[in-house]
């Protein structure tokens, strides 16, 4: 069997009034891929799912699946499902007629509708809950619920949108390992929109980042969490996102609030300013790094989060003990060099670092 | 306190009911007696009078059930999709034909009858079914549409868009997931449309005639110029209010739900 669900957007481009919610866009995802949308409230990540979809059509630009033109297709002839926010489940059906839904519309026989809906309901552990109204079910037994009417037809296509914001915490976390693992078992393209860049980075097997209606970024989470190709991407990823602060870069020659950090090869660039880039956990206590000054400790349990302030900078920093510091003093901070990442402050965009 | 005002009030809009109910037990004579025999034998003979008597309202009976259940079949037929496009399609002019809509609402109904009456008369309309109800619906559907499209718009969006992507035509998630959803508002709109319907009698007595004659103006038939038989009118006053009375207590928890719509966010529909 050829494997099917690719997705190509050329050029897509929304506006809504004056509003560019999605500026001339390209993404390709592959067959069974687990591909996430990533990105804050605003960034056009939902509206390229509705795209996808057929809820919505771009303004100029072309959607395909599996190399067939779909762009004006209505959506029940994209052979896709998809899983609301809110679920969407039909108030006034049971469970059992919610999963059946589709299969009616598509004049499937009863009997063989009977014997998928409790495929589909066993598959997602709600069978013992078919004859029950969503009203009755909790946050988590509804999202099954609405699992199951999605893959009940078995698309092609399969469609998230943030179908973890609505469970509590720990359920979230639950839900995001079942989910991978139903993904994975259906051997299915899925198209997942989250804000949540911890979900995005667990489950997807690619993602991309979405900014102000443009892509930054695709690649795998390890890329893009390791290489951000922008300055935008470096200050969104990570939980908490990496530092950034302006410096000044002279061959191999680094410096930083007036401190001069040793690389140890000169970066291929022009740029003097630069913007340095360090993830929390690589930014270290030195008796003879720059002083800092510690505004505030939080407990995170495992490790402690430190906000400082060099100069006018916020620093955070992730340390594994307090070390017998307190807010209010000065601590001396130094950076990782080999972990930094470095970007040109004029363009934006990452400077590599061979 | 509270429960002696609201006692007040309810006797005062019993009063007519009481008095109708005493009135309708009495004989034309004690009814005329002064001062009124508040102790006296009840009789059943003005229900009877009413029923099979010469002015028997039976007839009329079943042409304001031809005419209301007509009218309200056809509003709510008309109505649904009507109020559907409104709350959901992208509609040219969809502002303005909704202020049309109301708008139809604002002119005193009296003003009407007489451009109504022209109207029909030019068609070959006075007196005919198709005439009487055509006329209701002009009033019915506005007021349907009206009261349909918030319960519409209380539906969330997804849920159409779930049935489409569920390969559901326009008219199917119409018929499987809106209906269903609104059938409290379809209930309290037929509830309303029927009653409208049933007691109306300004546009009845001018465009209705001997073909068409709804209870409401055949109870006229007991005041003439010489006399009113107060007993048999208040008889069949009383049996042309039944379906009234049985409907608005059978529905009493739809209508004050239809009433308070919109009030709280998805309060009314469920």
Known sequence: ?354 | MLVSAASLLLLVWVFPLLWAILVSLKSENEVLAYPPNLIFEPIAQNYKDALFGDFSIVPSLVTSTIVAVSTTFLTIVLAVPAAYAFARLRLPAKKTLGFYTLATQMVPPVGLVIPYFLILNRVNWLDTYQGMIIVYLTFSLPFAIWLMVSYMEDIPLEMEEAALLDKASRLQTLWHIIIPQVRGGIAVTVIFVFLNAWNEFLFAVQLGGNTVRPVTVAMYNFVSVEQTLWAKLAAAALIAMLPVVIIGIAAQKQIVKGLTVGAVKGGGRR
């Open chain 1, 1 to 354: 069997m050829t494997a099917k669900g690719r997705v190509n957007l050329k050029n897509i481009c929304k506006r809504f009034g004056s509003f560019v919610a999605l500026d001339h866009i390209d993404l390709e995802i592959e067959p069974v891929e687990f591909f996430a949308l990533l990105g804050p409230s605003g960034s056009g990540k939902t509206t390229t799912l509705r795209m996808i979809a057929g809820l919505d059509s771009p303004d100029e630009g072309v959607i395909e699946v599996d190399g067939v033109d779909v762009t004006h297709a209505p959506p029940g002839e994209r052979d896709i499902a998809m899983v609301f926010q809110n679920y969407a489940l039909y108030p006034h059906m049971t469970v059992r007629d919610n999963i059946a839904f589709p299969l009616k519309m598509d004049r499937v026989a009863a009997a063989d509708i009977k014997r998928l809906v409790l495929q589909a309901a066993e598959t997602v552990d709600i069978d013992h809950l078919l004859d029950r109204r969503p009203g009755q079910l909790s946050g988590g037994q509804q999202q099954r619920c609405a699992l199951a009417r999605a893959i009940i037809r078995q698309p092609k296509l399969f469609l998230l949108d943030e179908p973890l914001s609505n469970l509590d915490a720990q359920l979230r976390l639950q839900t995001r390992v079942e989910l991978k693992k139903l993904q994975r078992s259906l051997n299915v393209t899925a198209i997942y929109v989250t804000h949540d860049q911890e979900e995005a980075m667990t489950l997807a097997d690619r993602m991309a980042v979405f900014l102000d209606g443009a892509i930054m970024q695709i690649g795998t989470p390890e890329e893009v969490f390791n290489r951000p190709r922008t300055i935008q991407v470096a200050a969104f990823i990570g939980s908490p996102p990496m530092n950034l602060l302006p410096a000044n870069l002279q061959g191999t020659t680094l410096t930083i609030e007036g401190r001069d950090f040793e690389l140890s090869a000169a970066p291929p660039t022009q740029a003097e300013s630069v913007i340095m880039g360090t993830r929390p956990s690589h930014v270290r206590i030195d008796p003879n790094g720059i002083p800092a000054q510690l505004y505030l400790s939080e407990n995170l349990g495992e490790s402690y989060l430190l906000n400082l302030y060099l100069g006018e900078h916020l620093v955070k920093v992730r340390v594994a003990e307090m070390l017998g510091v307190t807010d209010g003093d000065t601590v001396p901070i130094s950076f990782d060099v080999n972990a930094i990442h470095l970007f040109d402050a004029n363009t934006g965009l990452r400077i590599e670092r061979g």
